[in-house]
């Protein structure tokens, strides 16, 4: 929603004050809303990273994409903007500027070594069918002479807190008297309980 339609405020001043006027204009509010609402979502889909589902299948239809079962929007909309606006010959400087946009700004890390026909590539990658992607990357822009070797690390945080309680409790019987003598113990348990957290780096090649 773009904006809240209010169609009295653009009647005259003198004219808003009638309750019939104020009544019509209310039932016309929200067929106006969703004009206006459908509007931007016209707008949106016309461009890959604001579209919505039934804007990125249009991109797809374009490119000749299949989505697969367990994609999502945003790894639709990934997929796109690594395949539109192919660039040849396809450079180095070409293939890392195809990096960027799949990865998205995450870091990512290329260790080359052309004197042996080598190239180790380290991503981040964590939305359904990037990896997938990526292996397309590999398949229509680097050389078939090129030996290259892609790992893809994901690193899931993990945070939570440890609660420490105690508690006391006192209690003492006095007795006046010049004969009575005996001693009191007070008896009581205390439990202390505990948990972990654990971390782990998921690698898949």
Same mark, same amino acid.
């Given at each position: 929603?773009?904006?809240?339609?209010?169609?009295?405020?653009?009647?005259?001043?003198?004219?808003?004050?009638?309750? +019939?006027?104020?009544?019509?204009?209310?039932? +016309?509010?929200?067929?106006?809303?969703?004009?206006?609402?459908?509007?931007?979502?016209?707008?949106?889909?016309?461009?890959?990273?604001?579209?919505?589902?039934?804007?990125?299948?249009?991109? +797809?239809?374009?490119?000749?994409?299949?989505?697969?079962?367990?994609?999502?929007?945003?790894?639709?909309?990934?997929?796109?903007?690594?395949?539109?606006?192919?660039?040849?010959?396809?450079?180095?400087?070409?293939?890392?500027?195809?990096?960027?946009?799949?990865?998205?700004?995450?870091?990512?890390?290329?260790?080359?070594?052309?004197? +042996?026909?080598?190239?180790?590539?380290?991503?981040?990658?964590?939305?359904?069918?990037?990896?997938?992607?990526?292996?397309?990357?590999?398949?229509?822009?680097?050389?078939?002479?090129?030996?290259?070797?892609?790992?893809?690390?994901?690193?899931?945080?993990?945070?939570?807190?440890?609660?420490?309680?105690?508690?006391?409790?006192?209690?003492?019987?006095?007795?006046?008297?010049?004969?009575?003598?005996?001693?009191?113990?007070?008896?009581?348990?205390?439990?202390?309980?505990?948990?972990?957290?654990?971390?782990?780096?998921?690698?898949?090649?």
């Amino acid at each position: 929603m773009i904006r809240d339609v209010n169609l009295i405020q653009y009647l005259p001043l003198f004219i808003q004050e009638y309750r +019939e006027i104020q009544q019509i204009m209310d039932a +016309e509010n929200p067929e106006f809303q969703m004009a206006a609402d459908e509007s931007e979502i016209i707008k949106n889909n016309q461009f890959i990273e604001t579209s919505n589902l039934i804007g990125i299948a249009k991109f +797809e239809s374009i490119l000749n994409i299949n989505t697969l079962a367990d994609d999502t929007l945003e790894s639709r909309i990934s997929r796109v903007l690594t395949r539109w606006n192919d660039v040849v010959p396809y450079t180095y400087t070409a293939f890392i500027q195809k990096m960027i946009i799949l990865c998205n700004g995450i870091n990512f890390t290329v260790n080359k070594n052309f004197n +042996e026909y080598k190239m180790e590539i380290i991503t981040h990658l964590e939305l359904p069918g990037q990896v997938d992607e990526l292996q397309y990357l590999f398949g229509f822009m680097i050389p078939g002479n090129l030996e290259i070797t892609s790992s893809n690390e994901i690193y899931c945080n993990s945070f939570g807190f440890g609660i420490i309680a105690a508690g006391m409790a006192f209690c003492e019987l006095f007795e006046l008297s010049d004969s009575f003598k005996a001693e009191f113990n007070i008896q009581g348990s205390s439990i202390i309980g505990g948990g972990y957290i654990g971390t782990a780096q998921v690698t898949t090649y």
